[in-house]
T-cell receptor
Framework: EAQVTQNPRYLITVTGKKLTVTCSQNMNHEYMSWYRQDPGLGLRQIYYSMNVEVTDKGDVPEGYKVSRKEKRNFPLILESPSPNQTSLYFC????????????FGPGTRLTVT | DQQVKQNSPSLSVQEGRISILNCDYT??????FLWYKKYPAEGPTFLIS?????DKNEDGRFTVFLNKSAKHLSLHIVPSQPGDSAVYFCAAGYNNNDMRFGAGTRLTVKP
């Protein structure tokens, strides 16, 4: 089954404790991205990757890091989480950077206390 | 700066009637527009799209209309079904990589 998976689905952590949210897709998609969803703000792009070893900032990259060492994986790293990073996070992928339609993962709800 | 706006947080319609969801944008560079549907505890799923060279695109019960001069697009669902109850996100993109989403509209279709 074609899908985007994220882990964990739920995470509660404390300020400053480094964490990683994993994202994996099995569709051989070149393009992957991370979004956060906040009430009244919709989905805002954090980082995206056009292909392996190619990443770039989206709208709200501050406080986040990403890496793309393999085509299928695109982890999101919070080196020192803060309460304002409490949010619902979605990973997405598409065939290429020229394809607008994206497949989304199920989401990761992160709470930073 | 929200370049894509969905001004109605919620919409309620009766089963069998038409649902019209609206979206406004400010950036005239956008050349592709999409609607995504989201159920609770799931990620958004792509529903329908339209490029800026068209003013209408139809897929079954779903039709998207684009009015470039007004910078406005709308999604029509006819007839509405209870299974259509979800949050609908409007999105707009240009330069292939830059995608902006609206805040979403929660549609409730009553049986």
């Amino acid at each position: 089954e074609a899908q985007v998976t994220q882990n964990p689905r739920y995470l509660i952590t404390v300020t400053g404790k480094k964490l990683t949210v994993t994202c994996s897709q099995n569709m051989n998609h070149e393009y992957m991205s991370w979004y956060r969803q906040d009430p009244g703000l919709g989905l805002r792009q954090i980082y995206y990757s056009m292909n392996v070893e190619v990443t770039d900032k989206g709208d709200v990259p501050e406080g986040y890091k990403v890496s793309r060492k393999e085509k299928r994986n695109f982890p999101l790293i919070l080196e020192s989480p803060s309460p304002n990073q409490t949010s619902l996070y979605f990973c997405a992928s598409s065939l290429s950077g020229r394809t607008y339609e994206q497949y989304f993962g199920p989401g990761t709800r992160l709470t930073v206390t | 700066d929200q370049q894509v706006k969905q001004n109605s947080p919620s919409l309620s319609v009766q089963e069998g009637r038409i649902s019209i969801l609206n979206c406004d944008y400010t950036n005239s560079m956008f050349d592709y527009f999409l609607w995504y549907k989201k159920y609770p505890a799931e990620g958004p799923t792509f529903l329908i799209s339209i490029s800026s060279i068209k003013d209408k695109n139809e897929d079954g019960r779903f039709t998207v209309f684009l009015n470039k001069s007004a910078k406005h697009l709308s999604l029509h669902i006819v007839p509405s079904q209870p299974g259509d109850s979800a949050v609908y996100f409007c999105a707009a993109g240009y330069n292939n990589n830059d995608m902006r989403f609206g805040a979403g509209t929660r549609l409730t279709v009553k049986p």
